[in-house]
Nanobody, 120 residues
């Protein structure tokens, strides 16, 4: 079982910056993939950015050049630095982790989310 706790959300003006944190309950070395999704009101949850194997990164086209993933292995934490925020970035941001089990089943773990609100 992996517990994920997000923090860092809040209210920010358009053009501002925010850094989200996702702290995992165990070493992130044991996690196969870890990153962020978001869900805006009335919208489907969408991938924002994710670390894959070998620390490869994938970003949604809408955030490329503005958002940056990073990690602190000692703190078992993944960060999402969000710059040049836009009102359309407003959403609940969820940390996600995928762990491949012995049976090769991918197990998904989710944080409870942190709200990011970007005002015009």
């Amino acid at each position: 079982q992996v517990q994920l706790v997000e923090s860092g959300g809040g209210l920010v003006q358009a053009g501002g910056s925010l850094r989200l944190s996702c702290a995992a309950s165990r070493s992130i070395f044991s996690i196969n993939a870890m990153g962020w999704y978001r869900q805006a009101p009335g919208k489907q949850r969408e991938l924002v950015a994710i670390f894959g194997s070998g620390s490869t990164t994938n970003y949604a086209d809408s955030v490329k050049g503005r958002f940056t993933l990073s990690r602190d292995n000692a703190k078992n934490t993944v960060y999402l630095q969000m710059n040049s925020l836009k009102p359309e970035d407003t959403a609940v941001y969820y940390c996600n982790a995928v762990v491949i089990t012995i049976t090769s089943t991918g197990m998904d773990y989710w944080g409870k989310g942190t709200l990011v609100t970007v005002s015009p």
